[in-house]
């Protein structure tokens, strides 16, 4: 409610003023009365006013007395806005006025439109100052806020390096006990979610962050870090994730500090925390108490990833899952120590993957995409997430070297065939005797066969003999007869129409013109 003093030496005007402002503004403004200025000024000092309607010419202390008083009690701060009444004959010596910040004057008598307009500027004007403050205070506020958790960020990434002299401000500022969380949220797909998403669905689930915790910053990394008075309030964040199945939240916790010192042991304890949440689905949090003690780890496993690489292309897809598993260890994988769980995929992307690639050159697209992925497990949200995609990579991989394998073998078969074909056209040659002479069945033999010369057994063998009857034809020692039956042709009807359904011409008129061609050569060259 505006707070406002009317002061006039004439009773009727003031209760007058005041009814006709109170009947206008019902329940707006809370209003004071004084006959004078000094009373007026007495009245100020007891509960300064928002808004003051003065007269002038009033006895004891007159309107300009009481602004001179009212400007040396309010220096250097906001002072009441001020209206002065004044009779016509003092409306010169009114505006004068200005000068001790009046707002504006009325003339009397007062007309009430003009006061109530008076009122409601004053009034627009006080609200935009109060929202400008607001906007100010708050613009500062957050500028102090972001440059905190600026200078707190610092402190999270520095290594061995003293703090700076700002940090240690901040750190002094931080109330000790205290315990940090971190936190990461991520979709359905397993990508991880900003900060400030993660921010928003913890606030969906406890309120705004920044008036139950001590600090609220991100870090590097992009996580959200979390600084509470206690475990304790720290924990009621994954207790309320669980009780509304908000199983995208993971939350790391570290333990409770008892100095700002430990400020950045601290986020190292609740990253670690944050990480083993990895290793189990149902772990929405994780202290970091449960990750120092009864860790299991094992030396990396030499022989079976040996084997697992050996077993790569061979048709053994059972005991690739099998020895996979004993790899991880998975059985034990909730009781494990996370650095082995780590090693362990960096030696199968080194040893395993690495050398597959090496031995038998780039993978297809689309294997070498799985790759990418499973290439760093933490590109998954679970454990479970990345050892199911790590499965089917490998299990890719060994189609993809079965397939090469199958290649090479199929690339020897095939040019077994053709050395038998080059050798033996001559003779009553079919599929089914080349196919027999590579081991390979009829029908099979067939397919690969086309795929690998781009022809089918028939049109290929029809070349090869019609090559090696163009060679005979070219000389002129052997009849068209016997060159039919030297290629392997059963008649020489056969053997002619063959030949011009290849060349376009008869047997003999290829010869023909071979000869030709080859009797103006001689002659261009001048032999006889």
């Known amino acids: 409610m505006t707070t406002l003093l009317i002061v006039d030496d004439e009773k009727m005007i003031r209760h007058g003023l005041k009814a006709m402002i109170e009947r206008e503004f019902p329940s707006m403004y809370s209003i004071a009365l004084a006959g004078n200025g000094e009373e007026a000024l007495e009245l100020f000092r007891r509960e300064p006013r928002d ?20 400007a040396k009690l309010t220096a250097g ?14 409306f ?49 506020q957050d500028f102090r806020r972001e440059l905190r958790a600026a200078r707190l960020r610092g402190l999270l990434m520095r290594e061995e390096s003293a703090p700076t002299a700002e940090q240690q401000e901040e750190l002094a500022a931080l109330a000790a006990p205290f315990t940090l969380a971190v936190l990461a949220g991520y979709y ?3 990508t991880r979610m900003k900060p400030e998403e993660v921010q928003a669905l913890a606030e969906r689930l406890a309120g705004p962050l920044e008036r139950r915790f001590l600090e609220v910053l991100a870090d590097w990394e992009g996580k959200l870090v979390l600084v509470g008075g206690s475990k304790e309030q720290l924990l009621v964040l994954p207790k309320l994730a669980e009780a509304k199945e908000r199983k995208s939240l993971r939350i790391g916790i570290s333990r409770t500090a008892g100095h700002a010192g430990e ?31 009864g860790r299991l ?29 004993r790899i991880f260890h998975i059985e034990q994988l909730p009781n494990l120590d996370l650095s082995y769980v780590e090693q362990v995929a960096r030696s199968i992307n080194e040893r395993v993957l690495d050398e597959v690639f090496r031995m038998h050159g780039e993978a297809s697209v689309e294997v070498l995409k799985q790759y990418r992925m499973a290439g760093n497990m933490y590109n998954y949200r679970h454990f479970h997430d990345y050892y199911r995609a790590l499965e089917h990579l ?33 003779r009553p040659l079919n599929m089914a005797m080349v196919s027999n002479h590579v081991s390979l069945s009829y029908s099979y033999f067939s397919e690969a066969f086309k ?34 039956a030297a290629v392997g042709f059963e008649n020489s009807k056969q053997f002619a129409r063959v030949f011009k359904e290849m060349e376009g011409i008869s047997p003999g008129e290829y010869r023909t013109k071979h000869l030709l061609e080859q009797s103006a050569s001689r002659v261009r060259g001048g032999q006889p």
Do not use: W
């Open 92 to 140: 010169e010596y009114a505006k004068n006025a200005i000068r001790h910040r009046v707002k504006d004057y009325l003339l009397k008598p007062i007309r009430r439109d003009e006061l109530f307009e008076v009122l409601s500027r004053i009034g627009r004007e006080q609200q935009e100052r109060e929202s400008t403050a607001r906007r100010q205070a708050q613009e500062t």
């Open 51 to 70: 808004i003051i309607i003065t007269d002038i010419r009033m006895p004891v202390m007159d309107g300009f007395a009481l602004l001179e008083s009212l």
């Open 451 to 484: 795929v690998y010369t781009g022809e089918s057994f028939v049109v290929y063998l029809k070349k090869v003999r019609i090559r090696h009857a163009k060679e005979l034809l070219q000389g002129n020692t052997i009849k068209l007869n016997a060159v039919s």
């Open 188 to 190: 359905a797909d397993g």
């Open 263 to 293: 400020f950045r042991t601290c986020y190292e304890e609740a990253c670690r925390a944050l990480k083993y949440t990895f290793l189990s689905p149902q772990a929405g949090f994780m202290d970091v108490a449960d990750t120092l003690t």
């Open 77 to 90: 701060r906001e002072g009441p806005a001020v209206v002065i009444l004044s009779g016509y004959d003092d």
């Open 394 to 426: 490998l299990l890719t991989v060994n189609d993809y070297i079965i397939g090469i394998r199958s290649a090479h073998t199929e690339h020897a078969d095939m040019e077994k065939a053709l050395q038998y074909i080059e050798e033996n056209y001559a």
């Open 297 to 325: 780890s094992f030396p990396v496993p030499e022989a079976e990833l040996r084997k697992l690489l050996n077993m790569l292309g061979t048709d053994r897809g059972k005991e690739i899952r099998q020895l996979l598993g």
